[in-house]
């Protein structure tokens, strides 16, 4: 029998975040000596020009990814899990308002939490955990001999379709798609935007925004202890 469970969909970083799960695991990364200081010559210049604002987040976050990858490899996972709890043991409480009380809200209505996100699912799972979500989906980086990261990723296509991964666990857990909704800040979320009834722009990018403007979308800002629904 078909449940009539409803569910939430959530990306993390940048919606219940307040930075990057990524970022700061390189920065961790870097000072408990598993990269190289050096690494951050590789998106030195896209976050400077991103914090004086001549550049795009995007740009930045894409070029931490690629440092990212190009220094995983021969990493061995325990200390790369070692370190990605320590991120969330330090920072797990760095949340935005809204999206933290929208999440408890939710839970006490009975909805299924889902995240989605492109961060290392270790991470993920340790920070999602705090807040109670059913399932996460993110990137699976390969464990080679050893237990030494082999800098690939595990079925990333798939990790990357958002809207099929929730299509999947709507069917496997017997979702209903009514009263649905997600929450999502950058273009790359419209995909999982277009599928629920209720999708939620929270703080977006340009390009986002000009999306929720034609679609109707809600877009919600939180700016140091306000939030402004647009």
């Known amino acids: 029998m078909k449940s009539s469970r409803k569910f939430a969909v959530f990306d993390i970083d940048g919606t ?7 970022i700061e695991l390189v920065d961790k990364m870097i000072s408990r ?3 190289s200081q050096d690494i951050t010559a590789q998106y030195q210049e896209q976050r400077l020009a ?28 325990g200390d790369f899990a070692d370190t990605a709890r320590e991120v969330v043991a330090e920072l797990s409480k760095r949340t935005y308002t809204y999206t933290r009380e929208l999440i408890g ?9 889902l995240a989605v996100s492109h961060s290392p699912k270790t991470i ?10 059913d399932k996460v989906y993110g990137m699976v980086y390969e464990i080679g ?7 690939e990723i595990a079925d ?10 929730i299509k999947r666990v709507v069917e496997k857990e017997g979702l209903t798609m009514e009263g649905s909704i997600a929450v999502g800040d950058t273009e790359s979320d419209v995909p999982m935007l277009e599928m629920v009834e209720r999708a939620i722009c ?10 929720a403007q034609v679609r109707g979308w809600e877009t919600v800002v939180e700016r140091k202890d306000v939030v402004y629904k647009i």
Not at 106 to 111: F, I, S
Not at 145 to 151: E, K, N, S, V
């Open 202 to 211: 929270f703080n977006p990018n340009s390009r986002l925004y000009k999306q």
């Open 105 to 113: 809200e939710l839970k006490k209505d009975g909805y299924y939490l």
């Open 156 to 165: 990333e296509h798939l990790i990357r379709n958002k809207a099929n991964i």
């Open 16 to 22: 219940i975040f307040r930075s990057s799960l990524l």
């Open 33 to 35: 000596g598993h990269f």
């Open 145 to 151: 001999p050893g237990d030494m990261l082999t800098g």
């Open 124 to 133: 993920l799972d340790d920070f999602c955990n705090t807040l109670g979500f």
């Open 50 to 77: 991103w914090l004086n604002r001549e550049g795009s987040y995007e740009d930045y976050i894409d070029a931490v990814v690629d440092a990212y990858r190009a220094n995983i490899k021969g990493v061995h996972y």
